[in-house]
Every structure is written in structure tokens, then in C-alpha cells.
């Protein structure tokens, strides 16, 4: 039997493919991310809105309100799911709740309410510009925040 004759092309077309799957990182990738589309921009927003509430309420919880413990929890509920709409690259991972910053306004209860309602309101005005299902998710967060301001207790 004879030996195959290879062209010229076919080695050179060879040995690049054998030195590509040979090398650790592969071929080089662009270092600049594209920007984030105006969906993403927005739910990053609101995770980053979501976890200064977050941090409010665990500021009076730390304090001794108990009752507020539910609250907290469905904005950490919402945060959770507001990043499953958000690519992992682009968000870092929660790796504990966000406590509040020095230099954060002093939280009350009137501060609470008055966020949360003014937080509904602005979520109707955040739905046009997302998709559908992101949109379903935005507006139930909206009702929450609703039920929140009517919820609050007066006083703990």
C-alpha cells in the first residue's frame, strides 16, 4: 500500500490546529466586555436598590425590630431572583446580607414606608423598557412594595 501524499496546505492547516489545541488559554480573547444591554443596566439598578433597603431594614432589625425580619426577606427573595435575570459574569455573587454603610441616612420607619411606596411608583415606569417575563417580575416587585407601605407597623 502506498503512503498518502499530503499537500502543503493540508501540514500547514494541521500544525496550526495541533498548536491551538496544544495551547492552555486558547486563542486570545477580547479584553473589552461589550456594554450591558439597557435590560441588564436596569435590573443591576434595581438589585443595587434592592440591597440599600435591604440594608435599612437590617439596621432597625439589628436594633430590635423583629418584626421587620419578613420584610427583609422578601426584598433578599427579590434580589435573589431579580440576578437570575442578570449573566453571572456581570453581577458579583451575595455572599452575605449588605449591611448598612456609616455614612447611610438613619433609618425609621416613616423613611421605610416612604421608600417603598415611592418605589412601587417607579416600578410601572421601569416596565416599558424590558422584556415580558422581566417585566411580570418588576411589576409583582412593584405590588410588594405597595403592600409594604400599607403593611408597616406604625410603630415597634
Request: hydrophobic residues 40%; contains cysteine; aromatic residues 2%.
Amino acid at each position: 500500500m502506498r503512503p498518502r501524499h499530503l499537500s502543503r496546505r493540508v501540514v500547514l492547516a494541521g500544525g496550526a490546529a495541533a498548536l491551538t489545541a496544544c495551547s492552555a488559554t486558547g486563542p486570545p480573547q477580547p479584553s473589552v466586555q461589550a456594554p450591558d444591554s439597557p435590560e441588564t443596566t436596569l435590573l443591576k439598578d434595581l438589585i443595587a436598590e434592592k440591597e440599600r433597603t435591604i440594608a435599612l431594614y437590617s439596621s432597625l432589625i439589628s436594633g430590635g425590630a423583629r418584626k421587620l425580619v419578613p420584610f427583609r426577606d422578601r426584598h433578599q427573595a427579590h434580589v435573589n431572583e431579580l440576578r437570575k435575570h442578570v449573566t453571572v459574569a456581570s453581577t458579583p455573587p451575595v455572599t452575605s446580607t449588605p449591611t448598612p454603610t456609616p455614612s447611610a441616612p438613619k433609618a425609621s420607619l416613616s423613611r421605610l414606608r416612604d421608600l417603598e411606596r415611592r418605589a412601587a411608583a417607579l416600578r410601572v415606569r421601569q416596565l416599558d423598557r424590558v422584556s415580558p417575563g422581566v417585566a411580570q417580575l418588576i411589576a409583582s416587585i412593584g405590588a410588594c412594595e405597595a403592600a409594604h407601605a400599607i403593611a408597616l407597623p406604625r410603630s415597634l
